[in-house]
């Protein structure tokens, strides 16, 4: 007790009453953690002496390690000389404070001292210091109050300082120790390393600029991308590089192996959510620490300012006025860092999680078999890569903001507690009983969303649906309809989009009003028990007050944030959660030795394929299967053997070559593949990129055997009449190329890469007969397939006679395996005609054929159709326009007029007229504060009046809430409905231009920017724009010095402003062009994933698709940089105007000036509107340049508004029957698809007799397909006429002529909607009428079996195989009553058994109608009137068929003999 008294001979010695005594807090919490520190570090020091190795760091890193210890020792021995001196004056000596200054300084000492030996890193990177340095500050909490409370300047800003630098250097030490760790782990430890002294990442983009601390802090580094930017426009090239850390493939693999972990340990349901914490949940933590100093350094502000006022109060001469009005601007400077830096930090994790999260979601896509991806729309995977991740990555802001932000209400209301005492209670009590309604109305925006976000998925798969068919839909004039549709759903996407913005308003009008009620309450309160206020007490009040709108503000956000990113991780969970279908790839022996010999003649050794009682479904792992595709299958396949599978449309084939890929479920048996494999899907998928990317794709190039393929595949002279050649650009699913051109293309790339086994879909029925025979000779069966075993689906007879084996399939089974010769004699001989298999009088026909094949090179040229060939000056995929320089005022104007001008002004008056309500609320207290000594008016009278303003200002926020959110729905819904019209009414060729994942990004991305994230970014624009109107007119009338400032600080504000914005527009811009290639390859690799699979190129597709998102990611990093740089800056000028305002006040008060600068109340009002101005000038920019940067997205809609529309009206009315008799004629018609390109049709002439069947054959390329799209006027002529029954097609309605046309196109087309919608649309027909024709398309029995009219169609049609579903569109086409009916090679898909019934059905029950088919099979046209026979877009012969194929000099003769039909 002794050694107590003298340690604390004048104070208590734990409790004082108000708190914990200073002795104790000195001695225990200060010396105590102290000497823990001492002994931490020497015990490390001794265990660590003999540790050996190198731990490399920055050189900014080594000079702060050492520099804050100095500044920490510095100010410990600046600490004891003030206590030595006033020891000597006589003062009672403090031993508590002496041990605790003489502790901290032997602690700092000791840190020097271990800096000298080769272990100081080992010690100060140790996990159990690095944590004892976190919670080290903790413990000077106490002191940091008591210090506070005693009104000490002196003393406040010295403790806040040590602590500071406790702080900082616990900070330090993590981040050192973090980053040695992940060197450790890293891949890339080896060049980090080699690094000597450490060079930042950022700055390798800038070679003149070293990498020192000042640069890191300043973002110094985006300096030359600023000087680019305003003097050029910025490319790519001028970005910043990436740091290692935020590559995407690093990003990818640290994501993926913690969600491999979680599969691991939680097989039955993974989540997501704590994938992302696992991986990046650590960094993320440890900037929560920097969210704490930084949060609650914003409170020193308001005490700074209560000291400030009760300065200028009390009159006092001190000096400690000016440390007072310094240390504002100091606090607010020092904040500023935190602040950047937290946001930078966090910014950087936010990038690094959205690469992970999209190169995972494509991975997946990668290597989900078609089947298990069946639960899943493709509009809801392409929602997952849009709206899901970003949803996702925005929970990194939330997470902190839901401790962060009542964190800092709870520290306001401590505050508010020390300045009214409980009166702040009756403020507290508002926030308490609105926390019931926003937990309703939190669940009722969840539901919302919910709903919303199933609705966008349903409209964005409409929206790929209509962008992909859309050619077809124009053939149809279905168009409107589809959109219709289209708008149904986005009409139910905007009704709960509605809800949530309502919603929100809701919110909003409860967090924006509680401030001002809360000083309603609280002042009143306050009064009335009472006290008087003083302008001490109400202006730091106010303050406070500040310091609550933007926690309480965003509250209701981080909810709704929340709300998001948990929905979006669970839907994304359980797509990643899809089961991967791998092939069994290896030795078939075991499978094979245990089969009966019954099934299979072969050894284990000599068999590539085999399947054993194997049955499968198109259904995912977790639907129930109701029907078998292929039900018990038995089969082996011989190595190096070509086996042809026949059998009707719809038995299996295309499902027996997905179940060899691992594509279908596998309900029981098993299936064996070994070796390579690629494939050739029944629909070539063609790759956007050039001619050699997408043969030898992503393999090595083999200039001798590239040169063979060609040739073999007949692409040579395609190749040729290219300008570039094999390095010619091919549109987004082969859009510029033709259906034959397509399917060589697809072949050429199998056939390259030589693999063991080789699957052909149909390959064959896309060509005409002499390219299928030059095929079949040079290709299949040439010496590059050699020794490859090859299945081949056709119905080919060529191809079939030329095979080892035939497999036939009929409803899912293999009914028959044998030779071509044996087929005949066997009980399923019905699948080929017998008279054209290999009897010896056919060989020597095949073996002449084949001849002429071999010597006919000339003749198998493939002329363009125009598009097909393009020129350099004029590439038929345009490059994505990006606009220059700042946002047009157009844009905003034209915004405005999406939203309504009449509530456009009603919210921009609402806004105003809500900040003058606020100002005069703050006004009204000034003038309370200074009048109280007077007692001029009783106190209900200034509550009156304070609580008119309040009223006011609620119901004005309502009013500004409730008309943003309509205004915002009044232009999501114009933006949408305006930009579907413009696409539905423009012409094919701009589709054949544009990807369709470019457009799809503007009805996605850009769309829910629209919907969603601009009306929220400029309701924040228009609030920080009225509010600093608001600081601005106020300041000026109550601090008269404030003018002088007013010039030069708006001189560099905006050279500042206009410095950054030409830059960020620039940025933003890159931003949206680098993020289409990232959708256009999500979408085109769900279409060609089965190839992909095949080919075994997954890992060529991630590293391209990851190459994108690199190119995004560098944009984004260079924009969150730039951004943080203007912000810094402006809040520098901001906290010189606080430090300015504050000076002039002392200055004013002492004196010195000529003029009055107000009473104490103006004076406390000036104060506390010039502190806020450090955020909300910062903020008011940060939301101008981000509107501009979401108007980017309103900007590239606006394009698309531009866009040519085709020409739809007509000055000829039709009759309801017209075509009367179906008769065409073409007058010298000239037709090119592009200025620059040679005509598709050159100045033709013909006439097709009305009633009359006529086929169109000609080579691929020929201008077959050209004709068609001039009588539809799907591409405009560029002379001549098409008269049809007398009228010039040019003279009608657009719309009006295609319906009065009936189509089959070449690709079959089918929606996901009921058979019935698919087949009449229109309910124009009833069920037996429908019935009826299906029965005419032999497809009756396979409808019935399937579910009848009612089924529900998957996409595309998936529920069908090729062949059926051209079925379908045959009996499509013959509900419709119409005298022309265009038969686009519809039986290229279909086996010879059923395109000889549908010839017969066309003949008799098509009988008096005009009939122009365009064929390659001559079977299906030999029984026509007539044949037109075209070459280079000129017709060439006409003439009977069964005349003109007895002529051996005809063209068609030739054609005939090279089919053998």
């Given at each position: 007790?002794?050694f107590?008294?003298?340690?604390?001979p004048?104070s208590?010695?734990?409790?004082?009453g108000?708190?914990?005594?200073?002795?104790?807090?000195?001695?225990?919490?200060g010396?105590?953690?102290?000497?823990?520190?001492?002994?931490?570090?020497?015990?490390?020091?001794?265990?660590?002496?003999?540790?050996?190795?190198?731990?490399?760091?920055?050189?900014?890193?080594?000079?702060?390690?050492?520099?804050?210890?100095?500044?920490?020792a510095?100010?410990?021995c600046?600490?004891?000389?003030?206590?030595?001196?006033?020891?000597?004056?006589?003062?009672?000596?403090?031993?508590?404070?002496?041990?605790?200054r003489?502790?901290?300084?032997?602690?700092?000492?000791?840190?020097?001292?271990?800096?000298?030996?080769?272990?100081?890193?080992?010690?100060?990177?140790?996990?159990v210091l690095?944590?004892?340095?976190l919670?080290?500050?903790?413990?000077?909490?106490?002191?940091?109050?008591?210090?506070?409370?005693?009104?000490?300047?002196?003393s406040?800003?010295?403790e806040?300082s040590?602590?500071?630098?406790?702080?900082l250097?616990?900070?330090?030490?993590n981040?050192?120790r973090?980053?040695?760790?992940?060197?450790?782990?890293?891949?890339?430890?080896e060049?980090?390393?080699?690094?000597?002294m450490?060079?930042?990442?950022r700055?390798?983009?800038?070679?003149?600029v070293?990498a020192?601390?000042l640069?890191?802090?300043?973002?110094?580094?985006?300096?030359l991308?600023?000087?680019?930017?305003?003097?050029?426009?910025?490319?790519?090239?001028?970005?910043?590089?990436l740091?290692?850390?935020?590559?995407?493939l690093?990003?990818?693999?640290?994501?993926?192996?913690c969600?491999?972990?979680?599969?691991?340990?939680?097989?039955?349901?993974?989540?997501?959510?704590?994938?992302?914490c696992?991986?990046?949940?650590?960094?993320?933590?440890c900037?929560g620490l920097?969210?704490?100093?930084?949060?609650c350094l914003?409170?020193?502000?308001?005490?700074?300012?209560?000291r400030?006022?009760?300065y200028?109060?009390?009159?006092?001469?001190?000096?400690?006025?000016?440390?007072?009005?310094?240390?504002?601007?100091?606090?607010?400077?020092?904040?500023?860092?935190?602040?950047?830096q937290?946001?930078?930090r966090?910014?950087?994790?936010?990038?690094k999680?959205?690469?992970?999260?999209?190169t995972?979601?494509?991975?997946?896509?990668?290597?989900?078999?078609?089947?298990e991806?069946?639960?899943?729309?493709?509009?809801?995977?392409?929602?997952?890569m849009s709206?899901?991740?970003?949803?996702?990555?925005?929970?990194?802001?939330?997470?902190?903001?839901?401790?962060?932000?009542p964190?800092?209400i709870?520290?306001?209301l401590?505050?508010?507690?020390?300045?009214?005492?409980?009166a702040f209670?009756a403020?507290?009590?508002i926030?308490?009983?609105?926390?019931?309604v926003?937990?309703?109305?939190?669940?009722l925006?969840?539901?919302?969303?919910?709903?919303?976000?199933?609705?966008?998925?349903?409209?964005?798969?409409?929206?790929?649906?209509?962008?992909?068919?859309?050619?077809?839909?124009?053939m149809?004039?279905?168009?409107?309809?589809?959109s219709?549709?289209?708008?149904k759903?986005?009409?139910?996407?905007?009704?709960?989009?509605?809800?949530?913005?309502?919603?929100?308003?809701?919110?909003?009008?409860?967090?924006?009003?509680?401030?001002?009620?809360?000083?309603?309450?609280?002042?009143?309160?306050?009064?009335?028990?009472?006290?008087?206020?003083?302008?001490?007490?109400?202006?730091?009040c106010?303050?406070?007050?500040?310091?609550?709108?933007?926690?309480?503000?965003s509250?209701?956000?981080?909810?709704?944030g929340?709300?998001?990113?948990v929905?979006?991780t669970?839907?994304?969970?359980?797509?990643?959660?899809?089961f991967?279908n791998?092939?069994?790839?290896g030795?078939?022996?075991?499978?094979?030795?245990?089969?009966?010999?019954?099934h299979?003649?072969?050894?284990a050794?000599?068999?590539?394929?085999?399947?054993?009682d194997?049955?499968?479904?198109?259904?995912?792992?977790a639907?129930?299967?109701?029907?078998?595709?292929?039900?018990?299958?038995?089969l082996?396949?011989?190595?190096?053997?070509?086996?042809?599978?026949i059998?009707?449309?719809?038995?299996?084939?295309?499902?027996?070559l997905?179940?060899?890929?691992?594509?279908?479920?596998l309900?029981?048996?098993?299936?064996?593949?070994?070796?390579?494999?690629?494939?050739?899907?029944q629909?070539?998928?063609i790759?956007?990129?050039?001619?050699?990317?997408?043969i030898?794709?992503?393999?090595?190039?083999?200039?001798?055997?590239y040169?063979?393929?060609l040739?073999?595949?007949?692409?040579?002279?395609?190749?040729?009449?290219?300008?570039?050649?094999?390095?010619?650009?091919?549109g987004?699913k082969?859009?510029?190329l033709?259906?034959?051109q397509?399917?060589r293309?697809a072949?050429?790339?199998?056939?390259?890469?030589?693999?063991?086994?080789?699957m052909?879909?149909?390959?064959?029925?896309?060509?005409d007969?002499?390219?299928?025979?030059?095929i079949?000779?040079n290709a299949?069966?040439?010496?590059?397939?050699?020794?490859?075993?090859?299945?081949?689906?056709t119905h080919?007879?060529?191809?079939?006679?030329?095979a080892?084996?035939?497999?036939?399939?009929?409803?899912?089974?293999?009914?028959?395996?044998?030779?071509?010769t044996?087929c005949?004699?066997?009980?399923?001989?019905?699948?080929?005609?017998?008279?054209?298999?290999?009897?010896?009088?056919?060989?020597?026909?095949?073996?002449?054929s084949?001849?002429t094949c071999m010597?006919?090179?000339?003749?198998?040229?493939?002329?363009s159709?125009?598009?097909?060939?393009?020129?350099?000056?004029d590439?038929i995929?345009?490059?994505?326009e990006?606009?220059?320089?700042?946002v047009?005022?157009?844009?905003?104007m034209?915004?405005?007029?999406?939203?309504?001008?009449?509530?456009?002004?009603?919210?921009?008056?609402?806004?105003?007229l809500?900040?003058?309500?606020r100002?005069?609320?703050?006004?009204?207290?000034?003038?309370?504060?200074?009048?109280?000594?007077?007692?001029?008016?009783?106190?209900?009278?200034y509550?009156?009046?304070?609580?008119?303003?309040?009223?006011?200002?609620?119901f004005l926020?309502?009013?500004?809430?409730?008309?943003?959110?309509?205004?915002?729905?009044?232009?999501?819904?114009?933006?949408?409905?305006?930009?579907?019209?413009?696409?539905?009414?423009?012409?094919v060729?701009?589709?054949?231009?544009?990807?369709?994942?470019?457009?799809?990004n503007?009805l996605?991305?850009?769309?829910?920017?629209?919907d969603?994230?601009?009306?929220?970014?400029l309701?924040?624009?228009?609030?920080?724009?009225?509010g600093?109107?608001?600081?601005?007119?106020?300041?000026?009338?109550?601090?008269?010095?404030?003018?002088?400032?007013?010039?030069?600080?708006?001189?560099?504000?905006?050279?500042?402003?206009?410095?950054?914005?030409?830059?960020?527009?620039?940025?933003?811009?890159?931003?949206?062009?680098?993020?289409?290639?990232?959708y256009?390859?999500?979408s085109?690799?769900?279409?060609?994933?089965?190839t992909?699979?095949?080919f075994k190129s997954?890992?060529?597709?991630?590293?391209?698709?990851?190459?994108?998102?690199?190119?995004?990611?560098?944009?984004?990093?260079?924009e969150?940089?730039?951004?943080?740089w203007?912000?810094?800056?402006?809040?520098?000028?901001?906290a010189?105007?606080?430090?300015?305002?504050?000076?002039?006040a002392?200055?004013?008060?002492?004196?010195?000036l000529?003029?009055?600068?107000?009473?104490?109340?103006?004076?406390?009002l000036?104060?506390?509107?010039?502190?806020?101005?450090?955020?909300?000038?910062?903020?008011?920019l940060?939301?101008?340049?981000?509107?501009?940067?979401?108007?980017?997205?309103?900007?590239?809609?606006?394009?698309?508004?531009?866009?040519?529309?085709?020409?739809?009206?007509?000055?000829?009315?039709?009759?309801?029957e017209?075509?009367?008799?179906?008769?065409?004629?073409?007058?010298?018609?000239?037709?090119?698809?592009?200025?620059?390109?040679?005509?598709?049709?050159?100045?033709?002439?013909?006439?097709?007799?009305?009633?009359?069947?006529?086929?169109?054959?000609?080579?691929?390329?020929?201008?077959?397909s050209s004709?068609?799209?001039?009588?539809?006027?799907?591409?405009?002529?560029?002379?001549?006429?098409i008269?049809?029954?007398?009228?010039?097609?040019?003279?009608?309605?657009?719309?009006?002529?295609?319906?009065?046309f009936?189509?089959?196109p070449?690709?079959?087309?089918?929606?996901?909607?009921?058979?019935?919608?698919?087949l009449?649309?229109?309910?124009?027909?009833?069920?037996?009428?429908i019935?009826?024709a299906?029965?005419?398309?032999?497809i009756?029995?396979?409808?019935?079996a399937?579910?009848?009219?009612d089924?529900?169609?998957?996409?595309?049609?998936?529920?069908?195989?090729?062949?059926?579903r051209?079925?379908l569109?045959?009996a499509?086409?013959?509900?419709k009553?119409?005298?022309v009916?265009?038969l686009?090679?519809?039986?290229?898909?279909?086996d010879?058994?059923?395109?000889?019934?549908?010839?017969?059905?066309?003949?008799?029950?098509?009988?008096g109608?005009?009939?122009?088919?365009?064929?390659?099979?001559?079977?299906t046209?030999?029984?026509?009137?007539n044949?037109l026979?075209?070459?280079?877009?000129?017709?060439?012969?006409q003439g009977?068929?069964?005349?003109?194929?007895?002529?051996?000099?005809?063209?068609f003769?030739?054609?005939?003999?090279?089919?053998?039909?």
């Open positions: 007790m002794e107590l008294k003298f340690i604390c004048s208590p010695y734990i409790w004082d108000n708190g914990i005594s200073r002795c104790f807090s000195d001695i225990m919490l010396f105590g953690a102290s000497m823990v520190t001492f002994i931490i570090i020497v015990v490390l020091g001794i265990t660590e002496r003999t540790t050996r190795g190198r731990r490399k760091i920055y050189l900014y890193e080594k000079v702060f390690l050492l520099l804050l210890p100095v500044i920490g510095c100010m410990a600046f600490d004891l000389i003030l206590l030595l001196s006033n020891t000597r004056r006589g003062r009672p000596a403090l031993y508590h404070e002496w041990l605790l003489c502790s901290q300084l032997l602690v700092w000492a000791t840190i020097l001292l271990i800096s000298r030996c080769d272990c100081w890193l080992f010690v100060l990177s140790n996990r690095c944590f004892w340095w919670m080290k500050p903790f413990l000077g909490i106490p002191t940091l109050l008591a210090t506070f409370s005693s009104l000490e300047t002196f406040c800003i010295n806040s040590i602590i500071l630098v406790d702080v250097f616990g900070i330090l030490v981040i050192i973090m980053k040695q760790s992940s060197r450790t782990n890293s891949s890339m430890e060049l980090l390393l080699s690094c000597e450490g060079i930042d990442d700055s390798r983009s800038n070679p003149g070293p020192s601390f640069n890191l802090m300043t973002f110094r580094s985006i300096n991308v600023m000087e680019h930017g305003a003097k050029k426009q910025l490319d790519f090239d001028d970005l910043l590089q740091p290692i850390d935020m590559d995407p690093f990003c990818h693999d640290s994501l993926f192996n969600w491999e972990d979680q599969r691991r340990h939680r097989r039955s349901d993974p989540s997501l959510f704590w994938t992302v696992y991986a990046y949940g650590w960094p993320y933590m900037l920097l969210k704490v100093l930084n949060d914003g409170f020193a502000g308001p005490l700074l300012l209560n400030l006022i009760k200028l109060q009390e009159g006092s001469v001190h000096f400690d006025g000016y440390l007072l009005a310094i240390s504002l601007g100091l606090t607010s400077i020092l904040k500023s860092f935190l602040d950047t937290y946001t930078f966090l910014s950087k994790l936010k990038l999680l959205r690469s992970s999260l999209m995972v979601i494509f991975r997946k896509c990668l290597h989900v078999g078609l089947a991806r069946s639960k899943f729309s493709e509009g809801e995977i392409q929602t997952f709206v899901d991740v970003d949803r996702t990555v925005n929970m990194c802001n939330s997470f902190h903001d839901m401790w962060s932000l964190l800092q709870g520290i306001a401590y505050l508010l507690y020390t300045q009214v005492q409980f209670v403020g507290i009590t926030t308490i009983l609105l926390i019931p926003n937990k309703w109305i939190a669940e925006i969840a539901s919302a969303t919910k709903n919303m976000m199933e609705q966008k998925d349903e409209r964005v798969r409409r929206t790929g649906e209509l962008l992909t068919y859309i050619r077809t839909l124009k149809y004039g279905w168009e409107l309809l589809f219709s549709w289209l708008m759903t986005r009409s139910l996407e905007v009704k709960y989009l509605a809800t949530r913005k309502y919603l929100d308003a809701w919110c909003v009008f409860f967090w924006a009003t509680t401030p001002t009620l809360f000083s309603l309450f609280t002042f009143g309160l306050y009064v009335m028990m009472g006290n008087q206020l003083d302008a001490a007490t109400v202006f730091t106010l303050a406070l007050f500040n310091n609550l709108i933007s926690p309480l503000n509250f209701p956000w981080v909810i709704n929340l709300i998001d990113a929905i979006s669970r839907r994304l969970s359980m797509f990643l959660s899809c991967e791998e092939p069994l790839r030795q078939a022996n075991s499978s094979l030795s245990s089969c009966s010999s019954k299979f003649n072969f050894r050794e000599e068999v590539d394929i085999v399947m054993k194997a049955c499968c479904a198109w259904s995912s792992s639907q129930e299967v109701k029907e078998l595709i292929l039900d018990h299958v038995n082996a396949i011989p190595k190096g053997s070509l086996v042809a599978v059998g009707e449309v719809g038995s299996g084939k295309s499902s027996l997905n179940s060899i890929l691992g594509e279908m479920k309900i029981e048996g098993s299936i064996y593949s070994s070796g390579s494999v690629a494939y050739v899907p629909i070539p998928w790759l956007s990129g050039t001619i050699r990317d997408n030898i794709f992503g393999r090595d190039y083999d200039p001798i055997r040169s063979a393929v040739e073999a595949c007949a692409l040579n002279t395609d190749v040729s009449l290219m300008v570039g050649g094999d390095m010619a650009y091919i987004e082969g859009v510029n033709s259906g034959g397509r399917a293309l072949l050429a790339r199998a056939v390259y890469h030589g693999s063991d086994l080789v052909l879909d149909d390959v064959l029925s896309a060509v007969a002499q390219v299928a025979c030059w079949l000779s299949i069966l040439s010496p590059l397939m050699d020794q490859k075993t090859c299945i081949l689906c080919n007879i060529q191809a079939i006679s030329a080892d084996m035939v497999v036939i399939m009929d409803k899912g089974q293999v009914k028959w395996v044998g030779s071509p044996d005949s004699s066997s009980p399923y001989a019905s699948f080929v005609r017998q008279e054209e298999l290999n009897s010896p009088s056919e060989t020597e026909a095949q073996i002449e084949r001849d010597g006919v090179q000339e003749s198998v040229v493939v002329e159709e125009g598009i097909d060939i393009m020129d350099a000056t590439n995929i345009r490059v994505e990006r606009k220059e320089g700042r047009e005022t157009t844009v905003y034209n915004y405005a007029a999406f939203c309504g001008w009449y509530i456009t002004v009603i919210t921009c008056l609402s806004a105003l809500m900040q003058a309500s100002n005069g609320n703050d006004l009204w207290l000034s003038y309370w504060v200074d009048t109280t000594a007077l007692e001029e008016h009783p106190t209900s009278f509550l009156a009046i304070l609580c008119i303003f309040s009223l006011a200002n609620s926020t309502l009013v500004r809430a409730f008309s943003f959110a309509y205004g915002g729905l009044c232009a999501a819904i114009q933006v949408h409905n305006n930009l579907l019209k413009k696409l539905v009414n423009a012409p060729a701009f589709f054949d231009q544009t990807p369709s994942g470019r457009i799809l503007r996605s991305s850009d769309l829910y920017t629209i969603d994230s601009l009306p929220f970014i309701n924040i624009l228009l609030a920080n724009f009225v600093l109107l608001g600081i601005a007119l106020i300041l000026s009338a109550v601090q008269v010095m404030f003018l002088l400032l007013i010039l030069p600080f708006s001189y560099i504000y905006s050279k500042i402003q206009f410095y950054y914005r030409a830059t960020s527009r620039e940025l933003r811009r890159l931003d949206s062009v680098s993020r289409s290639p990232i256009a390859s999500f085109e690799i769900l279409d060609g994933s089965s992909i699979r095949a997954e890992d060529f597709f991630l590293t391209r698709f990851i190459e994108h998102v690199k190119m995004y990611q560098k944009t984004s990093y260079s969150i940089i730039a951004s943080l203007l912000s810094l800056r402006l809040q520098f000028l901001a010189f105007v606080v430090s300015y305002i504050a000076v002039m002392i200055v004013g008060s002492h004196g010195h000529p003029i009055n600068l107000g009473t104490p109340g103006l004076v406390g000036a104060l506390s509107y010039a502190a806020p101005v450090v955020s909300l000038l910062g903020s008011f940060t939301s101008f340049t981000e509107t501009e940067k979401e108007l980017v997205s309103v900007e590239r809609v606006l394009q698309y508004m531009d866009i040519p529309q085709e020409e739809l009206q007509g000055h000829k009315v039709l009759d309801v017209w075509p009367f008799q179906g008769e065409i004629e073409f007058r010298n018609v000239t037709l090119r698809y592009m200025p620059s390109l040679p005509p598709a049709l050159r100045d033709l002439n013909l006439r097709i007799a009305g009633g009359t069947q006529v086929g169109i054959v000609g080579r691929t390329g020929a201008g077959k004709i068609l799209n001039a009588l539809f006027r799907l591409n405009p002529i560029c002379a001549g006429h008269i049809v029954d007398g009228i010039n097609i040019a003279d009608v309605s657009l719309r009006d002529l295609r319906s009065r009936a189509v089959v070449q690709t079959p087309f089918l929606f996901k909607g009921s058979l019935r919608e698919n009449d649309p229109f309910n124009s027909s009833d069920d037996l009428k019935w009826k299906l029965e005419r398309c032999h009756e029995e396979e409808v019935r399937a579910g009848g009219l089924m529900e169609m998957k996409e595309s049609g998936t529920s069908f195989s090729v062949g059926q051209q079925l569109c045959l499509r086409s013959f509900l009553s119409t005298m009916l265009c686009d090679e519809c039986t290229a898909n279909v010879t058994q059923t395109a000889s019934k549908l010839k017969d059905a066309i003949s008799s029950e098509c009988r109608l005009t009939v122009v088919t365009i064929a390659h099979r001559i079977s046209i030999l029984h026509m009137d044949v026979v075209l070459d280079q877009g000129i017709l060439v012969e009977r068929p069964e005349v003109l194929v007895q002529d051996e000099s005809s063209i003769s030739s054609f005939a003999k090279a089919s053998l039909m």
